[in-house]
């Protein structure tokens, strides 16, 4: 980047205090920002670590106090922060490439229009590349799979044969998608494969992050609608299916047929025992173990999961258990004391 | 697949009850299923899901209700559909290739019959790859590996040096066997990596998830043997042995020199905490944190895990931890007004 | 190996007692060691283990006692191993090689001395790879990444754009070092990326286990200061700083802008909510789950962290109140009928 506070105003819909000729070369987080740098300040939370800052500039809301160096203010400085990330980024995108030589694409494979393949892509029999799509360097697209149009795929990518996803969605390195679902049958006391020959679909602007793994559907599909954002190292189990506008953060794991309606949020390390559904607008707490069905708008935590509220009072109660156990203790000694008193029949020797 | 009723039932050694010339072109989930598919009734939990199903036909057990469409009857419907999966699963499967010419394999590798190498597939020196065995393109095999025949080893695979497996395993994308484990000692005040210069071991019919990771032995084999499935994202940490046929769900997570005998059953995301030992045939469920070693044949769970109706008791109580406070503190009261009342000292002025 | 007994100890800075002409060819685990083999004993609770060893030598402390096979004697078998363990791996490594030609690197790459690339890696643009750094095969470097001097870079890695590591670093298959954060912003209640344009650094000697994936700072940096070891399968959030030599074992996860100071120490599959820190010379058990700032040297463990000693109580109390529940439910009986007792109002009918 390289433009002048009133530019960067402009792109943000902000407006500048201070000397808005002001020559900025990057976005930095608040502790790091240095001369050329312009920081922002999401909420009042930050307030010490901006005035601290070394930032040339800062990107504030409205309300923000006035400060020591010049000031672009916006309505909302989360949203002006990510539009202006998202020019940033888009310099460091490679530029709208062609198929690398040494990509390796099977012959009967439908590439689109500015498509941009890196080496050593493997891209089999039967697929379709929609366009503007980027596949990184080392990523493996089996048989008859579909990519929509404007995909990231970042590297070490592998997408097994048949799975079909949507527009813009974003698959990071080392993510697996279409690798068989976990199911096996005994058949005269010897575990045999059932095999998995079902699929995944994904739908637009959903994100699949870094080694995360989604597995086909033994038989049928496996869903994750448009919107949704999967974090990185997630498991997501055979014939799943996750509603639009869920955000599953990291290390969390599915079990074969989950259901998660709309606009699901789930905690980090969160655990899914499969064959359940969770309604729309719930939200379950990071490390959460569901264990059975979840209505919507619920907000679950603990494992097993319940109603978060209950949780807390029963984490409460936990730590209060020691105590309690002495004062249990106490109770019987006081008691069986009345009762010698109240009998007597005790001489009270100890 | 494209087959009459009559085919599919001879295929699964089952009888036809209703017009047996029906075409099938596929099979599929009971709620997925349309108008040329098969679907499989597993039990009775989804005789519902069946009567709205819009499958073509059926694949029932001998007591199945008789339905509105035509029906195949089986002893066992699961391993009959795995049967027919298989079947299905052949057409999807690539056909027995040559190396690819974008393969890079070292000049000393020895390679069996009728094998299957993918583009850019690594093999280094001194590798031998069995009869019939496929890798997928983008996988890595190290120095001096042996791979058995049949085996199935998919895309971004990582095997490292001096690893073994034998026949008819599947490594799933991603997956990661004989990296180093991990280990360290103190020398000075300054932590040294210890070389782990073992190796990693896998018996026949062995199945390793996505992006699951088996370390290598400090010294000696970590072991993995024979029909043993894991699923996806799980850690096996250096010098572990797993017996035959063990089941380990996904995102477990075993520490170095654990040992888990034959024909164990581990839920998902459970954790081990190493050197210690698990015994035949035990249970140990989802989530557990196993930190001393299990009786043969006991089924286990919570962190530390005991045995499961103890467990099970432990988190009924829990629950009622915060009532209990509650009548804790009456009793309290009332133990402290019948002492007042008994010796006849208080006023009761409170 | 192929060595006396005499050389070993020479190696390793011991002392032989039995025969030093003793000629050995491997180092192995005590339960697996063969009569070429030498192996080691780190401390007493291997004893039994020691005796029944088929080992043609053994490794021992000073105060072992004398055996029936040739030992060498050390002040710190660990240690001593661990050397020994160094110069047998060099046996196995690669010879520091040549780019291979099936490397595809763009360029403007800087490559050091004597470095090794394998097949299939992608370097891209403006990338500097340091002198007698290894890049084993499959793996991506994205433009503008540092790497330093005598890295291990193993296979299928990922390392994204402006990545910069320092010396002697080693990277394990799969990694991802430098995806995108997990960031959102809800714009017009539509849940909008918000673009990752940070980076990340990595100090002298850090070790990534493999699939384990690093995110890149949303701005800024996300840093893993020399000397630090994060075993396999871990999540290091966008702009987590983990401090030198600290030890993070496998599955653990940390949320974003998490802050671990110098030598912390780390279970496995252990949680940290993120926007915290934790102090110098902390240890946090495994499976614990951090949800606040943890001081220097304390030691915590469970959900949600806490003291260890008090969680311990916390354990152990738990356990216990299934039975005082029913004391409980005793101490209300008896206390009823004190009353009764006590008031001459009942008639004790039952």
Redesign the interface.
Known sequence: MNATLAEIAEWVNGRVEGDSSLAITG???L???GPKDI?FVSDESYLNAAASSGAAALLVSEDFPRGTVPLIRVA?P??A??AL??R??AE?R?PPGNV?P?A?ISPNVTIGERVSI???V?V?SGSVIGDDTVI?????I??DCVIGPGCYI?????V???VTMGARC?V???A?IG??G?G??D?DG?????????TVVLGDDV?I???T?V?R?????TRIDS?T?I???C?I?H?CHIGK?C?I???T?L?GSTTLKDHVTVG??A?F?GHLEVGENAIIA??A?VTKSVSAGAVVSG??A?PHAQSQ??????????D??K??RE??R??AE??R???GTAKDTD
Chains 1, 2, 3 share one sequence.
Not at 217 to 221: D, E
């Open positions: 976005v930095n987080a502790h790091e920002a920081a909302n989360r949203s922060m990510a990330l998202t940033i980024e460091h490679q690398h040494a390796v890196d080496a050593n493997r089999c990184y360097a080392n990523s493996y089996g048989n970042y590297s070490n990518v592998t097994r044969e048949r974003i990071h390195p080392g697996v690798s068989d976990f096996f049958v058949v010897k575990r045999q494969k059932i095999p998995q020959v079902g994100e992050g870094s080694n793994c597995d559907a033994t038989m049928g599909t919107g954002k974090d990185n190292l498991q189990g014939n506008h955000t953060s990291g290390m794991g079990s980090a390390n655990g025992s990071g490390r173990g494992f097993p319940i009072r029963v984490l409460a109660g936990m730590r209060r258990v020691p309690a156990l004062k249990l109770l019987e006081q008691v009345l009762k008193g109240l009998h």
